[in-house]
């Protein structure tokens, strides 16, 4: 069987790893259990119903989940800069200001919104 690039579960097990969330976490927000989990990310689909539910727990649209895109994270991650102070080096400082995967995870949203946007 080989993989497709729309796995559900997969999504959701990076989305959850990129916000440094583990499994347990993620079930006790959803009200089950750690297994529960672990099935939900090895399953390629997933009802609307219960991607409302994780979408809910991660603290993201159900979109996010459905146009999450490795490649799309990779690119943000390693184009982003922060120029909060300069000092003497491109990319990230070694000090942060702010959190690095919530700007991340705040950035991929408001690209899936500017695609949104550009499709209408």
Do not use: C, W
């Not at 990129?18 to 009802?47: F, Y």
């Not at 727990?57 to 146009?67: K, Q, R, T």
């Not at 990779?74 to 491109?90: E, I, V």
């Amino acid at each position: 069987m080989t993989p497709t690039k729309n796995h559900m579960g997969r999504k959701i097990g990076r989305i959850r790893e990129i916000k440094g969330m583990k499994q347990e976490e993620l079930a006790q927000k959803m009200g089950t259990n750690q297994q529960a989990i672990s099935a939900m990310e090895n399953n390629e689909t997933i009802s609307d119903e219960k991607l409302a539910q994780v979408a809910e727990a991660l603290d993201i649209s159900p979109e996010a989940i459905e146009n999450f895109s490795e490649e799309r994270v990779n690119n943000l991650f390693f184009t982003f800069k922060d120029n909060s102070s300069n000092n003497g080096h491109n990319g990230f400082n070694s000090i942060f200001h702010f959190n690095p995967i919530d700007k991340i995870v705040e950035l991929y949203e408001r690209l899936l919104e500017a695609e949104k946007r550009t499709k209408n």
